[in-house]
C-alpha cells in the first residue's frame, strides 16, 4: 500500500480514528502504528461482513482492494513510542 | 478493570501481544493503549463467537468478566507517545 495515497483517502476515516491514528470517540480503537496487514485484513473482513460493525460494514463496503492497502499502510506508518509500563 | 491484576494475567497474551503491547507476529495487533473499552468489548466479542478468530475464540472462552475488564486495563494503561505523521 503507498501511504501517501491513503492519507488523501482519509475523509471518512478520520472523524473516528483521526488523522492521527488516535481514536476520537470510544467506539473506535486507536490505529497510529498498528500492524500493517492486521488493519488490511480488518477492513477486508469489515467489506466482506466477516466481521460486523454498523459503521465499518457501511464505510468498508466503498473501499476498493488498492484503497484498503493504502489506508492500513498509512495507518501503519504512523510512528509510535510505547513507554514500557 | 484492575491494571494491577490485569499483569498478572497475561500468560497467554503475551506470547502474540506482548507484555508490552507490541504484536510479536503478524496475526496479532498492537494493544498498547488500545482503547480500553475497545479491547473488553473485544475480548466479549471473541468470548461469544460474535468475532471469529480461532486463537482468540479459544483464549477468551477461558476468561471472567473480571479477567477481561483487568487485562483490558492494563493493555490500555500503557503509555503510547504518538509522533504526527
Redesign the interface.
Known sequence: GDARAG?QKLTTCQGCHG?????KN?????L????E??LARSLEAYRSG???NESMNIVAKELSDEDIADVAA?YA?????????
Open positions: 492519507r488523522l492521527d491514528g488516535l481514536s470510544p467506539e473506535a480503537p486507536n497510529a502504528g498498528q500492524v496487514s492486521y466477516d466481521r460486523k498509512y506508518s504512523i510512528q509510535v513510542d510505547v513507554l514500557p509500563p
